[in-house]
């Protein structure tokens, strides 16, 4: 199938690794040009170098930390400038520390709130006029499933996407006139670096927790970055555009709800 993303202008937070760079490697890929965003130049520079060599497309690197206003600000106009337009726009980053519910103070909450929500909302802010202006777009979010079924220990990430998802269904009735389609998608374990150091990290012991995790998980395996940025590639597609304001996980059966 041919997604028609050639010519597409694409936003992709956190593009230097693990998510965020898949996708950027899927939508490259596809025809699409990308700009990439994170916090560290050196690595962001040299995932726009590789996934130049691995697509042949048009990579645009970014410096800008997501939780500055500033700096959604500054990677919008940029992308808008350098590239003469935005259609798409996939919110991902990294994500608030671990911890129990209530050892997180004020300071703690409003630095995941910033992260994690009012990334969010300042990101569309700042991209809708540009979509509205080429007559449509896409805005993807990446949050996690255990912000439909929490796990202990992630309350900061888990409330703060659990709002991502309300302000994205919201948003989904708002702007579906204006040809803009918003999803979430929710990822279960992701082999990504950041999930190899909490492995590396457990008492448990590396091996021992992905094998337990992998028993919980009915098609017996941890999910790729390509399981994600598969779908989150159809999503901001043409092909993609009735499906709208929708969280659906990727997660290998590991949600045990039917909704
Ligand atoms: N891997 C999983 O199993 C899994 C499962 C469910 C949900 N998720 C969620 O999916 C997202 C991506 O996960 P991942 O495993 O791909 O993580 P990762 O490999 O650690 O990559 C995170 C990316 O985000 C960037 N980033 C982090 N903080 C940032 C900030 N404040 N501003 C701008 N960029 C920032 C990082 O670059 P810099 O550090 O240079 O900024 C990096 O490019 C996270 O929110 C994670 O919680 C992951």
Redesign the pocket.
Known sequence: MNLELQGKVAIV?????????GIARVLAGEGATVAI????QA??EAAAADLRQRTGGTIVPIT????RADDCRRVVAEVAARCGGIDILVN????PPLGEALSFDDTAWERAVE?NLLYVTRMVREVVPHMRARGGGSILN?????AIQPIAGFAL?ASTWAGVIGYAKTLSLEIGRDGINVNTIC?????????RKVFAASDEGAEAVQQRLRAEIPMNRI?S?DDVANLVALLVSPKGSYITGTAIQVDGGLLRATR
Do not use: M
Not at 187 to 195: A, C, E, F, N, V
């Open positions: 937070g956190g593009g230097s690794k693990g998510i965020g760079f965003s994170a916090r560290r690595e962001l800008a930390d997501c939780r991902n980053d990294g994500a992260q990446i949050t996690a499933v255990s990430s990822p279960g374990y992701i082999d990504t670096s950041r999930l999910g970055v």
